[in-house]
């Protein structure tokens, strides 16, 4: 509307263009129904079965980012993990950002929104929706970030039970997902929260982290 009354304020006879958003030919987006408790174990298995040289792992506060990101640490893990948010100061956030873009080990970084528009970067392999978000707009901004370029990639949805809707949703928005199984997680969801819990004993910034973090996605996922 805005821009409507602009235009119609300093322009004569202007003309307005519409330009309809969508996902890339290139882009295998794709969806897996996960139990929340299982999400870390699952986010692993895929990251070391499809082993993307960069992934981007999007969670829906800074809080989530900065435990997680700390606590993914405690694990052993064949890729790096890096976290990104708006809560970091920018001098630290560019700084994450352009050593990630220049990386040319496996890494992994945990970001919030502030990764899904305005950060070039075309070699991006896997994006992963740890939390779905509000808008379908968002959703395709974030797996924008992959296949770029005219180079292939993937996006990946992890989705609870009773987020069963949530496809049908995006596929009226006209992006289509198709349905995957995450690798076998084994025993291994169990020894991550048993690794995590030992060293939060441990850290108590890392027990405090995890609170903010837990009060945090309650109070985003109410507003959902």
């Not at 900065?66 to 948010?85: K, N, P, T």
């Not at 690798?183 to 850290?203: E, M, N, Q, T, V």
């Amino acid at each position: 509307r805005a821009v409507a009354e602009l235009a119609r304020a300093g322009l004569r006879n202007p003309a307005t263009v519409r330009v309809r958003g969508g996902t890339p030919a290139e882009l295998r987006n794709e969806v897996a129904v996960v139990d929340a408790s299982d999400k870390l174990a699952a986010l692993v298995a895929v990251l070391e079965e499809r082993r993307p040289a960069k992934s981007l792992v999007f969670l829906d506060t800074c809080a989530a980012v900065e435990f997680f990101g700390d606590a993914m640490q405690h694990l052993s893990l064949s890729f790096r993990v890096d976290a990104l948010h708006g809560k970091m100061t920018n001098k630290r956030r560019t700084q994450t950002w352009r050593q990630f873009v220049a990386a040319t080990e496996t890494r992994c970084l945990l970001c919030t929104d502030v990764a899904a528009r305005g950060l070039d970067a075309h070699d991006i392999d896997l994006v992963v929706q740890w939390d779905p978000p509000q808008k379908p707009e968002t959703f395709v901004l974030r797996v924008g970030r992959t296949a770029r370029a005219g180079r292939p990639g993937a996006a990946l949805a992890l989705l609870e039970d009773h987020e069963d809707a949530y496809p049908e949703l995006l596929r009226l928005r006209g992006v289509a997902l198709q349905s995957v199984e995450v690798p076998s997680l084994g025993d291994r969801a169990d020894a991550f929260r048993a690794a995590i819990r030992s060293a939060a004993a441990r850290d108590r910034a890392l027990l405090e982290r995890g609170t903010r973090a837990f009060t945090a996605h309650v109070k985003a996922y109410l507003e959902h």
